[in-house]
């Protein structure tokens, strides 16, 4: 949105963290964002406010569209964005979704006190960077012939496990149990299949990352206790998504979709935002090759767990199962589902949300959460920018209104570009020094465009949330070692 369509947008103040854009022109629905008055007015600084309008004149949506507190703008939705399309006027949007399909994070625990780690972070970092590859081009150390790639593909996480990269019970403890079982090799183009094939994995570039850090606050006893948090902990997160076979899966379903809104004289706010209904063969095989690579970034996650267990053991000279090393939970943030949902009527049925650098959030009872957090709900992990705090949030009933769905991270205020101009890379290596944290990368530009500077306040954020009801925070962790692509 230019500065002059800026004031063109107005708002409803519903409270201090939540703002009504009302339904205007061609908006089936309102626009509802959740955010300090003060993240509001970053939000206004570019085209995320005029995106959100736009997803809201998407056929067949429900109640609002969405903008998270960390929204910045996107393709087509704007990151932070969420919105749900009845299932009987179903349509999917790769725009709602994303180029990597499946980003998402896992946090894994340990029974030590970081305190007692503390003088091997150095050769910890040093050898998850040599174990675990990063970077634009990096190549993983899995070596797939098609039918395995396949059996990647359709079968996720119990693929991996049974190759012995994991626990059985790291099943339990990961979105859809590692597998979206609607998904179908044959959808996924032979492009994307290349791109994909030796980047099983890898870390990748950009914001993703391995992290070593520390839980300095609790924030909730009861629920961190259950999800086995507590002060002082040592735990390890991990952040990275389906590398080149999910942009290719997006790239190539956006071409198609262009052309079933072409041939159905479909009209669109925005050409970024094209669609294709579930039930076309278009829609249907998007979401079968969607899924593909929402399981491909399951089992990335996996292969980087299973080799930071394996450094970590080294290290210490510990074995993994000793030290605790479980999965709290591994969560997408850039994904379409069809779920269950109190709808307007207050009924319960079937819509296709869409997450786009936002996280699920299902509150205590729902059957998607562990059997074991099902009394508290399920946890949401919220990566900060390198060098600040990351977050456990629990998921709470309150968040029916955006379908069980909160923020992602800290969320960009500064293009790469910007960033690498007014953060050199011995600038943002003095900074972590100063604040103790260990960082190897595989690129040293990667170090300016992921400057805190770069990104919104993530305890702001996270105020935001807490504010607007749609989480409760459980636990506060700060980075001390980053291991970037």
Known sequence: MTEEETPTITFNKISNYVWQIPQ????????????????????????????????????????????????????????????????????????????????????????????????????????????????VGSKGKVRLDPTTLKKVLTEGVEWAVREGYGWDRDLHYIEENGRMKDADPSKVSDMAISRGKPQLGTIGSGNHFIELQEVNQVLDEEVAKKFGLFPGQFVIMIHTGSRGLGHQVASDYIRTFNSYVNKHNITLADRELVYAHVDSTEGSDYIKAMNCAVNFAFVNRQLLTHWVRESVGIILKQDPEDLGMDVLYDVCHNIGKREEHVLENGQKGFVWVHRKGATRSMPAGRPEVPASYRDVGQPVM???????????????????????????????????????????????????????????????????????????????????????????????????????G
Do not use: W
């Not at 991270?409 to 260990?438: C, F, W």
């Not at 530009?445 to 409760?472: N, Q, T």
């Open 382 to 484: 919220i990566p900060g920018s390198m060098g600040t705090a990351s977050y456990v949030l629990v998921g709470t009933a309150d968040s029916a209104e955006s379908f069980h769905s909160v923020c992602h991270g800290a969320g960009r205020v500064m293009s790469r570009h910007e960033a690498i101009r007014t953060y050199p890379v011995s600038m943002v290596k003095d900074l972590l020094n100063q604040k103790g944290i260990y960082i190897r990368s595989a690129e040293s530009e990667v170090i300016s465009e992921e400057a805190p500077g770069a990104y919104k306040d993530i305890d702001d954020v996270i105020d935001s949330v807490v504010g607007a009801k749609l989480a409760k925070a459980v636990t506060r962790m700060i980075p001390h070692g980053v291991v970037k």
């Open 24 to 135: 205007t022109g061609n908006m089936n629905v309102p626009a509802q964002v959740f955010a300090s008055e003060k993240m509001l007015d970053k939000m206004k600084g570019d085209r995320t406010l005029r995106q959100i309008c736009n997803v809201a004149s998407l056929p067949g949506i429900v109640r609002s569209a969405y903008v998270m507190p960390d929204g910045h703008e996107g393709y087509g939705f704007p990151i932070g964005g969420v919105a749900a399309f009845r299932d009987e006027e179903g349509i999917i949007s790769p725009g709602g979704i994303g180029y990597d399909i499946n980003c998402g994070v896992r946090l894994l625990k340990t029974n030590l006190m970081y305190k007692d780690v503390v003088q091997h972070l150095h050769p910890l970092i040093n050898s998850i960077y040599e174990n675990c590859p990063s970077g």
